[in-house]
């Protein structure tokens, strides 16, 4: 695992350009461009996009990150229907992957990746015509389930600007669960989205053992985020979502 020290987490968290991830489409120079943006729902379809530089390239070298070169992000404006994928690069420069929209609404696709040691996570829409039905966020609650596993949440008071301490515990049947598996170099994945805009937080993981996965996360202002924490368990990946208050 690549553990990020703790004195460069401020800058990649807000970037080296003043803003949380995710907002925008273009930064340092750098555009997602999308295929397609309009999807059925439900039906399996190919989601192409490409990262294009200031002279309409289409950038090839990607970092690893967490074991992967780039983190796609899929998920409904409304925080419901989060994915997380992989895509995989064409000779050409076209990231693709098999992708399902399950219902209609507006989604937003995070491409988060680093390129020539520059972290960045760019956003845009995609559109599921039909028939809307929105969802409200759910309140705060510290317990999450997902499967069948119980995820407790364990964190004091969330403060706006500062670093706060996450850690997840997790129960299957009411017994603690031997040991979680590694995923994406580490015993869990966290990505943290605020409320109204889809600000995208960069969450780092700071370790755990057994039932238990750490996260430092640093929220930019107060409001209600939403948490998505995967885990991997029996071989397979679940995710468990949160909503979490964060006062000044
Ligand atoms: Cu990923």
Do not use: C
């Not at 407790?152 to 850690?167: D, H, K, Q, R, Y």
């Not at 989205?193 to 993981?205: N, T």
């Amino acid at each position: 695992m690549n553990e990020i020290q703790h004195g460069e987490r401020a800058e990649e968290h807000f970037g080296r350009h003043g803003a949380p991830g995710g907002l925008s489409i273009s930064v340092a120079g750098l555009t997602l461009a999308i295929g397609s943006k309009t999807f059925e729902a439900s039906r399996n379809e190919t989601f192409e996009f490409r990262i294009l530089d200031q002279a309409g390239r289409a950038v090839r070298d990607f970092d690893e990150q967490h074991g992967e070169r780039m983190h796609l992000i899929v998920v409904r404006r409304d925080l419901v229907h989060y994915q997380h994928l992989h895509p995989s690069l064409g000779a050409d420069g076209t990231w693709a992957t098999a992708l399902v929209l399950p219902d209609p609404g507006v989604y937003r696709a995070f491409a988060d990746f680093s390129t020539g040691g520059e972290a960045l996570t760019l956003g845009a829409d995609l559109w599921v015509p039909g028939n809307l039905k929105f969802a409200q966020l759910p309140t705060p609650t510290g317990v999450a389930h997902t499967e069948g596993y119980e995820v407790a949440l364990e964190t004091g008071a969330l403060a706006a600007g500062a670093e706060s301490s996450l850690a997840f515990r997790i129960t299957l049947r009411g017994q603690e669960i031997e040991q979680l598996e590694p995923y994406l170099g580490a015993l869990g994945h966290l990505v943290a989205l605020r409320e109204g805009d889809l600000a995208f937080l960069h969450v780092h993981p700071t370790g755990g053992a057994g039932a238990q996965v750490a996260f430092h996360a640093m929220f930019p202002s107060i409001g209600r985020y939403r948490m998505f924490l995967q885990f991997a368990h029996t071989g397979r990946v679940r995710t468990a979502a949160f909503t979490v208050e964060v006062s000044p």
